[in-house]
């Protein structure tokens, strides 16, 4: 299964039907349509920096251990809440490998230069003119 642009295996994956909780009358209560996903980041297939990233989030979906949970209860199929868990699943993966641009240092011009001289200036007369 692809995630995030790694291959994880099906069997890395844990999927568990519960009964949603809150609104929904009947069907709520006979029919397990919420999904609990659990995902082991030390015993997966994931690159050991992908690992590692993911340890080091700070998310309460990855407990102590090195589990995530995910539960999904948004829709009433089943099915449904298994490919939101997995796409939640992606989301965590992805912003756990995100790594953004380095800036480039770059120096105002000597225009904003003269701007800024020449506002500081204005704003000197100013309060020099209230006191008089």
């Known amino acids: 299964m692809e ?36 995902f082991d980041i030390q015993a997966s297939s994931l690159p050991a920096r992908c690992k590692q990233q993911l340890l080091a989030l700070h998310d309460r979906r990855i407990s102590a251990d090195g589990i995530i949970v995910i539960k999904s209860q948004r829709h009433r199929s089943q099915e449904m809440n298994r490919a939101d868990a997995l796409s ?28 800024r001289v020449d506002d500081k200036k204005a704003r000197g007369r100013l309060k020099r003119l209230r006191k008089l």
């Open 3 to 38: 995630l995030a642009g790694f291959e994880i295996a099906e069997n890395e994956l844990e999927f568990q039907q519960i009964r949603a909780s809150g609104p929904g009358g009947q069907n709520v209560n006979k029919v397990s349509s919420a999904i609990h996903l659990r």
């Open 88 to 115: 939640r699943l992606e989301d965590l993966i992805r912003r756990a490998m995100y790594k953004p641009k380095p800036r480039k240092p770059t120096r105002p011009s000597a225009a904003a230069r003269r701007r």
